[in-house]
């Protein structure tokens, strides 16, 4: 039951992560008018690279929103 409990700590932690990076592009989108389809894909990407990678211990501060 440890493992199951842990998993899912770790799992909801991602998630959080992947949350705050969608609000902090969706803070920076709202000031613009116009948005390039390439840092939607960077956006999307970073999102992406956090629910990829859920086992992964380091520290993700290297994770930007570009924009």
Do not use: Y
């Not at 842990?6 to 990076?21: C, F, G, P």
């Not at 990829?52 to 993700?60: F, I, K, L, M, T």
């Amino acid at each position: 039951m440890v493992g199951a409990v842990t998993e899912t700590r770790a799992l909801d932690e991602v998630i959080s992560e992947a949350l705050a990076v969608i609000d902090k592009g969706l803070v920076d989108l709202g000031r613009r008018e116009l948005m390039s389809s390439n840092e939607v894909a960077d956006l999307l990407l970073d999102v992406r690279m956090l629910l990829v990678n859920p086992s992964a211990d380091d520290d993700r501060d290297d994770v930007a929103v570009v924009g």
